[in-house]
């Protein structure tokens, strides 16, 4: 019996990331998303299905604008200060295995996450996706989560999803969109993921004067961390 191409869901009654997102997932050779807030946690409940999918793509807001994104500098220390927005030592004592899963990610899907400048249409807030199946078949859907794992875990979200070749068309057809003005992540926060997911804390002592200082411990300080750097 075939499933109707419109269903509902809701958090209330139903796990959703296992009626929804683990679900197609598994079989999925295409994963195409609008996002909303992106975060690595949603590693800890889809990694292992998201890794495996060769055609993955997620556009998520930034608060950066277009302006901004023409000077790749601008752009790269906003996008920092977002990253950095929480204390590195928790956060990367606390969440050290999702930025592992992350930086794995990034590395085998280099392309696969996108941010959109706030002019293009505003603060990315919908939140929609396309899952294509090994066999063929597209589920389109919509719904209030996020693309974390308290969105599709802990809060109380809805979803609707539609098998229709119109409906999915139309949530394609948005995401297409989206993904042409956005911008990949700069490297610069590929590697401040990197560095989270391999933290190591080392006790030097006293130093006699900053010159002792390795230049490279400067990565850690609050002033880079929240995207400002100095002029030669």
């Known amino acids: 019996m075939n499933s109707p191409l419109i269903q509902r869901f809701s958090s209330r009654t139903q796990r959703l990331d296992h009626t929804i997102l683990t ?11 609008i996002a909303g807030y992106f975060t690595s946690s949603l590693f800890e409940i889809a990694g292992e299905y998201i890794d495996s999918i060769d ?9 950066v604008r277009s302006e901004d994104i023409k000077v790749a500098k601008i752009q790269e220390s906003k996008l920092l200060g977002r990253l950095n927005d929480l204390p590195v030592e928790a956060e990367s004592l606390l969440n050290r295995p999702r930025y592992k899963w992350l930086y794995e990610f990034l590395g085998n899907h280099p392309n696969a996450i996108r941010v959109a400048p706030d002019d293009f249409c505003g603060f990315v807030h919908g939140k929609a996706g396309v899952i294509e199946l090994h066999d063929g078949r597209r589920i389109g859907f919509m719904g209030s ?5 308290a969105g599709w ?14 409906g999915v068309d139309w949530i394609q057809a948005e995401f297409d969109a989206l993904w042409a003005k956005a911008v990949p992540l700069p490297r610069a926060v590929v590697q401040g993921v990197g560095r989270r997911a391999h933290r190591i804390e080392i006790e030097l002592g006293e130093q006699p004067d900053d010159d002792s200082l390795a230049p490279a411990a400067l990565v850690e300080s609050p002033m880079y961390r929240e995207g400002l750097s100095l002029s030669p």
């Open 145 to 149: 989560m996020n693309e974390t794992r």
């Open 153 to 166: 875990q802990a809060h109380y979200e809805i979803v609707w999803s539609d098998e229709s070749p119109e």
């Open 23 to 33: 679900k197609y997932l598994k079989q999925a050779r295409r994963y195409h998303r």
């Open 55 to 63: 055609d993955v793509r997620i556009v998520c807001n930034s608060d």
